[in-house]
């Protein structure tokens, strides 16, 4: 069994929206924020293109037939960005709008933020463009079994390990790990994010969420907040969004609002996202919860509140609706989900982001103590990996505020600047640029 909710409300909150004429695309939006930090760490246009762009970009066919008794024929992505820190590593999606242009972004994303949070990985992502939550468990077994025989060659505990992202969790992981140990033997360091009886870490299914709210802590003293006092938005409950939710409201904070992709709902009492979560994952509806007023994705966005936990879609706050939001502070659990114009908007506006590469990076960190873990054949305790956990993202985020405060720039900006320079580093001194 997986430890993860792998109700098809979970499993739909996700990707990256398309973006609309006049947009930019994921990669766009990535490459801005790379050029915006490269352009003031000074880097030459030659290393630029190294470290900007992807090392390998693998593309492969995914035909299953399906209950239908047709033959679905899906495409199946893994962009390894950059291994000059380590094994690549990033997370496999499972969407139809994935393309290789948001895996590239994203594959770049995973190359910064392993960095910026200075554990031993490159960055590399994986996705499927197939409708997770409209197919069976045992078509999701095919089309895994069948993607992790055609990348298996890129993979490996030392060269690329996966992790679950978007519409895909434990049970997935599982299926990946068997996979590649039928073709290479029992390897259980080849995926992270794994069930717990399968050697997975304890405390990594709750990693990302938490870690957005250890930076919702260290955030909290500068704007004046303490959890009390906080009205927190959560936009997107899936395995982030619910995570960070639960353990803020813990900490006495008050959850004003939630949406996932059905619906959105609030409450100025507060809504129980511990009673909520109870309610999805036997089966019910988010806009059936009792006690909550059902209203918009877009009012969600303007409600009154003092932090904003974008943790769905990206590309979800853009130069439409930007200006709406009344959050003092915005703590990025989703990958990408401001562009570039959002983020000018917010920023004028004086609105404090913590940006994905920081903020999400929980996750990550403890799919690190997983490897860790899987190497040793060894367990540690919940509490020693939360306690590891909030060791370094306590790090991450001193020095990502101390560099925004030296550079006078923003915390996304400064991050970058941070997760670049050290892969330029790690590239210079291997002897690549
Ligand atoms: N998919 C997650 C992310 O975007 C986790 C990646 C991992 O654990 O490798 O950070």
């Given at each position: 069994m997986s430890q993860v909710d792998q109700s098809p409300r979970a499993a739909n909150l996700a990707g990256h929206a398309p973006p609309g004429p006049g947009e930019l695309s994921p990669y766009e939006i990535a490459q801005h924020y790379f050029g915006v930090a490269a352009e003031r760490l000074g880097l030459p246009d030659d290393v630029r293109t190294v470290v900007g762009t992807a090392y390998r970009e693998v593309q492969v066919q995914i035909p299953i037939r399906r209950a239908d008794g047709l033959i679905h024929v899906y495409s199946g992505y893994r962009v390894q960005h950059n291994g000059a820190r380590g094994p690549y590593k990033g997370g496999i999606r499972y969407h139809p709008e994935v393309d290789l242009d948001e895996v590239r972004a994203l594959a770049a994303l995973m190359s910064w933020k392993t960095a910026i949070v200075d554990i031993p990985f490159g960055g590399a992502k994986g996705g499927v463009n197939v409708p997770a939550g409209d197919c069976t468990q045992g078509e999701l077994q095919l089309i895994t079994r069948s993607f992790i025989d055609k990348i298996s060659k890129v993979l490996?505990?030392?060269r690329d390990i996966p992790a679950p992202d978007v519409n895909t969790n434990a049970q997935t992981m599982a299926w990946m790990m068997d996979q590649y140990g039928k073709l290479?033997?029992?390897?259980?360091?080849?995926?992270?994010?794994?069930?717990i009886a399968l050697g997975?870490?304890?405390?990594r299914e709750a990693a990302t969420g938490r870690g957005v709210i250890m930076c919702f802590t260290e955030a909290a003293p500068a704007l004046g907040l303490t959890p009390q006092d906080t009205r927190v938005v959560v936009q997107g409950f899936g395995n982030v969004g619910s995570w960070a939710a639960r353990i803020v409201q813990d900490m006495g904070?008050?959850?004003v609002g939630v949406s996932d992709a059905y619906g959105a709902v609030q409450s100025e009492a507060g809504i129980d996202c511990h009673a909520l979560h109870d309610h999805i994952a036997q089966g019910g509806r988010l806009v059936d919860f009792l006690g909550v007023d059902v209203i918009t994705p877009d009012e969600l966005l303007s409600l009154d509140c003092e932090v904003l936990i974008?943790?769905?879609?990206?590309?979800?706050?853009h130069g439409g609706n930007a200006d709406r939001i009344r959050a003092k502070a915005i703590i990025e659990?989703?990958?990408?989900?401001?562009t570039p114009a959002a983020d000018a908007i917010l920023h004028d506006k004086g609105v404090f982001i913590v940006p994905d590469v920081l903020a999400n990076a929980g996750g990550v960190v403890v799919s690190y103590f997983e490897w860790v873990q899987n190497l040793q054949h060894f367990r540690w305790t919940e509490e020693d990996v939360n306690q590891r956990l909030g060791t370094i993202m306590s790090r991450a985020y001193g020095e990502v505020a101390a560099r925004s405060v030296a550079d006078a720039v923003t915390m996304r900006t400064a991050a970058f600047e941070v997760g670049i320079e050290r892969v330029v580093e790690a590239a210079r001194t291997r002897g690549y640029i």
């Open positions: 490996g505990p030392t290479n033997g029992y390897t259980p360091a080849i995926v992270t994010g794994k069930p997975g870490s304890l405390g904070a008050t959850i974008p943790a769905a879609l990206g590309g979800l706050i659990g989703a990958n990408g989900p401001t």
